[in-house]
């Protein structure tokens, strides 16, 4: 089974940039969905981006859409989360997941693979 492990978090100024990435530990991550979720504390696991097996198609959730880019690399195994414009909403803990379902999901039960995830934290 594929492994995840999630880097790039950290503190960053509100307005300001973070790109997150999720390094896979096998070659079949590139037959894999992938999502990227976030969790604040007391709040449930939301979507936030979602991706093809191909990268040619992407799904974001609206509190983030125009401001966050997911992106993948097969030959690396790795996925991204570019984030711009970061709020002092967005701060979470940053988790990206791999599902079977080729076309990636806003649905977390379709994750059967997930990262130990990233902080996010945002200043005003």
């Known amino acids: 089974q594929v492994q995840l492990v999630e880097s790039g978090g950290g503190l960053v100024q509100a307005g300001g940039s973070l790109r997150l990435s999720c390094a896979a530990s096998?070659?079949?991550?590139?037959?894999?969905?992938v999502g990227w979720f976030r969790q604040a504390p007391g709040k449930e696991r939301e979507f936030v981006a979602s991706?093809?097996?191909?990268?040619?198609?992407?799904g974001y959730a609206d509190s983030v859409k125009g401001r966050f880019t997911i992106s993948r690399d097969n030959a690396k195994n790795t996925a991204y989360l570019q984030m711009n414009s970061l709020k002092p909403e967005d701060p979470a803990s940053y988790y990206c997941?791999?599902?079977?379902?080729?076309?990636?999901?806003?649905?977390?039960?379709?994750?059967?693979?997930w990262g130990q995830g990233t902080q996010v934290t945002v200043s005003s």
């Open positions: 997941a791999a599902t079977p379902t080729s076309m990636g999901s806003r649905n977390r039960s379709q994750y059967n693979t």
């Open positions: 096998r070659r079949t991550f590139s037959t894999y969905g």
């Open positions: 991706i093809s097996v191909s990268g040619r198609s992407t």
